[in-house]
């Protein structure tokens, strides 16, 4: 079993996902204005949620980092998804973020996508990460500038216009 290392920040946790993360994950999943920029848009059903969840966690195994679960520090309150990937057919490192409705616009995705670029620049080592960001997404890319991300290009990624922003350690 692979260790999933847990990050604190002032008002987050962000920790491996587990079952008793399943029921708000799902929830999470099947709402469409969560998944309408992820994959083919549409929302998951339990079953694909719990595939989803596996394939997240089994990411750390394959690739040495992943997706952790964020919650609020002082409740455990599930908030969302934030992490790194690189799966297969991926064009680099990527940082990405979901998070539940009801924690949306709080700076929440910043603060646990900032201690996840940490991570990958401080323990991974890696050279750059990027987000693959849908270019209807103007929230998306509202975080990634606020965490020193800058355009490098616009791509065809899973049928969608997609803006790549490039995040280096020196940001």
């Given at each position: 079993?692979?260790e999933?290392?847990?990050?604190?920040?002032?008002?987050?946790r962000?920790?491996?996902l587990?079952?008793?993360?399943?029921e708000?994950?799902?929830a999470m999943?099947?709402?469409?204005?969560?998944t309408?920029?992820?994959?083919?848009?549409?929302?998951?059903?339990?079953?694909?949620?719990?595939?989803?969840?596996?394939?997240?966690?089994g990411?750390w195994?394959?690739r040495?980092?992943?997706?952790w679960?964020?919650?609020?520090?002082?409740?455990?309150?599930?908030?969302?998804?934030?992490?790194?990937h690189y799966?297969?057919?991926?064009?680099?490192?990527?940082?990405?973020?979901?998070?539940?409705?009801?924690h949306?616009?709080?700076?929440?995705?910043t603060e646990?996508a900032?201690a996840?670029?940490?991570?990958?620049f401080?323990?991974?080592?890696?050279p750059?990460?990027?987000?693959?960001?849908?270019?209807?997404?103007?929230?998306?890319?509202?975080?990634?500038r606020?965490?020193?991300?800058?355009?490098?290009?616009?791509?065809?990624?899973?049928?969608?216009?997609?803006?790549?922003?490039?995040?280096?350690?020196?940001?």
């Open positions: 079993m692979v999933i290392p847990t990050l604190v920040t002032e008002r987050l962000l920790c491996a587990g079952d008793r993360h399943f708000a994950y799902a999943l099947a709402d469409a204005s969560s309408r920029f992820v994959g083919d848009g549409q929302p998951l059903d339990r079953m694909n949620a719990w595939r989803s969840m596996a394939m997240l966690l990411h195994a394959l040495g980092c992943g997706m679960a964020v919650e609020l520090r002082h409740s455990g309150e599930f908030v969302g998804r934030v992490g790194l799966p297969e057919g991926w064009p680099d490192l990527e940082l990405g973020w979901m998070l539940v409705p009801e949306r616009r709080k700076g929440h995705a646990a900032r996840a670029l940490d991570f990958a401080e323990q991974l080592h890696a750059r990460a990027i987000s693959l960001i849908r270019a209807e997404n103007s929230a998306s890319e509202r975080v990634a606020r965490l020193g991300g800058r355009q490098a290009t616009t791509i065809d990624f899973l049928g969608h216009a997609t803006l790549v922003y490039s995040y280096h350690p020196d940001r």
